[in-house]
């Protein structure tokens, strides 16, 4: 079965400092990838994804992203967090076998620390 | 603008109740979600459409019916049935149901039972 996981329930992090946010992920074939970001009470909203090529992702607001097929990953990272990007992070990988739908990691909450 | 509409944001149901949550979009997109989410745990599929006229169950569809009379439009009906609707609702469209497709989401509406 595809699956999803999230490793993480919770991540802190001070402000300027570096995050990541851990995803990974189990399919029988090519993987496609998604990361969405929730603010509280509000919907989800796209923040990049990997279909295929380079293995480095850029998406909004300064997120990137890292394919690494070896270790079945796909980690959300910024250089510099900033404390407005304190908020709720689903990873999401497309099930092939299951027509098409997206499959959803229980959802990773970043606190930024000013 | 454009996007994806839902209402209302909070709902409250009496035990016994139908209530409908509605959902339009005006992105002309063909395919429509509806979500659950529920603390601690990632999005649950509940119904999707692919094309006017047509729908099909996700994976929590005891419960619930929807309806896709118009492009725009995907309302969900939590019916007596559900045993348990206290929970945040996320309706969601994409271009079509190509994998490679991101998905849009509507701000979301919070039912609870009383």
């Known amino acids: 079965a595809q699956s999803v996981a999230q490793p993480e329930d919770q991540v802190n992090v001070a402000e300027g400092n570096p995050l990541t946010v851990k995803c990974t992920y189990s399919?029988?074939?090519?993987?496609?990838l998604f990361w969405y970001v929730q603010y509280p009470n509000r919907g989800l909203q796209f923040l990049l994804k990997y279909i295929t090529g380079d293995n480095l992702v850029k998406g909004s607001y300064g997120f990137e992203a890292e394919f690494n097929k070896s270790q079945t990953s796909f980690h959300l990272k910024k250089p510099s967090a900033l404390v407005s990007d304190s908020a709720l992070y689903f990873c999401?990988?497309?099930?092939?076998?299951?027509?098409?739908?997206?499959?959803w990691g229980a959802g990773t909450k970043l606190i930024i620390k000013p | 603008d454009g996007g994806i509409t839902q209402s209302p944001k909070y709902l409250f149901r009496k035990e016994g109740q139908n209530v409908t949550l509605s959902c339009e979009q005006n992105?002309?997109?063909?395919?429509m979600y509806w979500y659950r989410q529920d603390p601690g745990q990632g999005l649950r599929l509940i119904y999707y459409s692919q094309i006017v006229n047509d729908f099909q169950k996700g994976d929590i569809a005891e419960g619930y019916s929807v309806s896709r009379e118009k492009k725009e439009s995907f309302p969900l009906t939590v019916t007596s049935a559900q045993k348990n609707p206290t929970a945040f609702y996320l309706c969601?469209?994409?271009?079509?149901?190509?994998?490679?497709?991101?998905?849009?989401f509507g701000p979301g509406t919070r039912l609870t039972v009383l």
């Open positions: 992105l002309n997109h063909d395919a």
């Open positions: 999401a990988v497309r099930d092939l076998d299951s027509n098409y739908q997206l499959i």
């Open positions: 969601a469209s994409s271009p079509d149901r190509s994998s490679y497709n991101e998905q849009f």
């Open positions: 399919v029988s074939g090519n993987p496609y």
